[in-house]
């Protein structure tokens, strides 16, 4: 069973491979000539991911049970909700607790970090679990769970494995940035999404990007990482424009890149945990936790807050 709680009401969400559904007292009392029996009732959760404060951090909404939800209408829905992605929860068939499906408002992905923490956190609430395993396309994502009595604070995923190339458009990128890289080599990470890592010269020079947005996603389809040491943490800053989405403000599946990035180069050693700070350029601060024990092994945590319940009537 998996259950997702609020202070109004508690909705609950059985997991097997025989049933799967959803009941309140709301359903309970739902006559057989209410006109919405026949409509499609989808519900869903919002859950802001990588901060322990709501309405910041990265918004993610959560269909707990899309087994009755038409093909088609997954990526309406994730257009109507307009996330920069939205998660649809089935049945496991592997070894996973569950099966989910990431949508952006334009496409289908294999794998993105913040989903992944967001659903964690709102299908793993009531349980006593240690960890919860998404099955994804990019297989399965355990994220292990830390609680302070029932309440989950933490969730910590193993990312899927990571591939990177050189970039070898550096120039264009740097002048559609309007910026000037250090002597770190600018590489294109791949980890479902893709990245382009560019470390610039301070974190005020982070702060103060103004990309020309048209021009870069012309350039290509990835996600920039653009991002400095500040202190004892990273300043970080992910503008995809070519999926649609200017600026991210907490990018999971960039975090873990940027800790072998850092590792593979020097700038920190394998096994040292960074935190990294996103968002705040655009209202949505957010704190991420990412280490690279190995390039094979990479661990990406953060806090997540629920903040909303919906359901969509269709």
Known sequence: MLAARCRQRSQLVRVSRRRFGVTDD???HRGANDSLASMGRYRYVV???????????NQVAVFTDAREIPEPQLQRLAKEMNFSETVFVYPPE????????????GNELPFAGHPILGAAFVLGGPLQLTEIRLETGAGVVPVRLEREGPRIVYGA?????TTWEPFERRDELLAILGAEATDLPIELYRQGPGHVMVELTSADTVAALEPDFVALARLLTEGVDCFARDGGRWKS???VPGAGVNEDPATGSAAGPLAL???????????????IAQGAEIGRPSTLYAVAHSPEDVDVGGSAVVVARGEFQL
Do not use: N, Y
């Open 261 to 275: 990035h850092l590792a593979r180069h020097g700038r920190i050693a394998f096994g040292e945990e960074i935190e």
């Open 26 to 28: 709301e359903e309970s």
């Open 94 to 105: 592997a070894d996973g607790h569950v099966k989910v499906r990431i949508f952006t408002p």
């Open 237 to 239: 800053r992910v503008f």
């Open 47 to 57: 859950c802001d991911a990588f901060t322990d404060v709501a309405l910041a951090g």
């Open 157 to 161: 995923m193993r990312q899927p494995p």
